[in-house]
């Protein structure tokens, strides 16, 4: 699993185009599975004043409701029409969210699966959660509408037409038992879905990079949405299978005092694009080291409606949902993103070991312990001289400091002890936490 978490923090940066962010803000967290109405509170209540630029949302298009497993995650990934309406919430709720949320300056990017549909064992009836009528057997979605001339399913190269090996490239691309859409049909009812997107205001449409392969023309379909308000991100879900919700994984299988490190460096280093996961707790059942309970789907009453995202007096959350974003660990890593952006990454260090430190020109510092012993060290910060006060063992609260102080002096260097046994092995220091 270390490798897994590894590639899976990589894979949380992507190559940067234009994110389309507001300018200051460099980050943007999935709060997966979210409802709209929790989404809208969060962006004007904490992701706007906290520096986030932007929110991936789940899936917003109608999609089969699943019942063995009960109602898990994966069912989002499972269209049945693209009418705004899931658990998350309907199209009034929707709307209200990307004007709220716009408003505060964060913009909603989409988690789009507009190039396949629900596979053939969701069976036939009105099982949605919009109640629409399908026939997934027959490739009838009539609420679309599409039917079997708009699917392109022969493509799948294994033996039983279905996902065999998410190693294989070819099959994990062509998508095995979920159909394909790829007629010159489903091109129309495409530009018709951005065309309504654009119209909504949302920012961005998110494609799983294992199937544009097969989109044509998809230039043209951006032609709807005004530049300054597209972008495409290539991700796949499909190929973090096994980590299912992401964040929620590392909570199952890593410490959370790895993790908290982890998207430190992410977030301090300069490359990408960054997106912060946000997961929610789910019963964990280990069967010979696999947890057989990684379907889970968010917390939900018993009428499987969504619970509400509620926040506790310390500012974390309740009802299950982790929040990581709320962290102050990492919540502060996302302004100290913001506060060296445009620095180049400088001062590097470490001690042939997991004693690493660097900084973002003169803007920023970091220093991170991941050995078993302690260390105490001088460095060179590149930070002009003064008092400074870690973001990771507390933060600056008004002209005071509740976490660690560190001195860098005229020349620059400052010194740095971190126990191996701190709570957070990890010290960050940027210009805006100068006392
Ligand atoms: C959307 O959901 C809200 C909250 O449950 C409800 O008040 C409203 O009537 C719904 N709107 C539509 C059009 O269904
Ligand atoms: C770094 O780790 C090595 C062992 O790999 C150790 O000998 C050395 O003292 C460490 N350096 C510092 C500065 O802690």
Redesign the pocket.
Known sequence: MGICFLLLIVGFCWAQHNPNTHSGTTSIVHLFEWRW?DIAHECERYLAPNGFGGVQISPPNENVIITDPWQPWWERYQPVSYKL?TRS?????FRDMVTRCNNVGVHIYVDAVINHMCGANAGAGNHATCGSYFNAKTKDFPAVPYSGWDFNDLKCKSRSGDIENYHDMFQVIDLGGEPITGSDYFENGRVTEFKYGAKLGTVIRKWNGEKMAYLKNWGEGWGFVPSDRALVFVDNHDNQRGHGAGGASILTFWDARLYKMAVGFMLAHPYGFTRVMSSFRWPRNFVDGEDTNDWVGPPSESDGSTKAVTINEDTTCGNDWVCEHRWRQIKNMVIFRNVVDGQPFSNWWDNDSNQVAFGRGDKGFIVFNNDDWSMNVDLQTGLPAGTYCDVISGQKEGSGCTGIQVYVSDDGMANFQISNSAEDPFVAIHVNAKL
Do not use: R
């Open positions: 109405a309406c919430g309907n199209e009034t709720e």
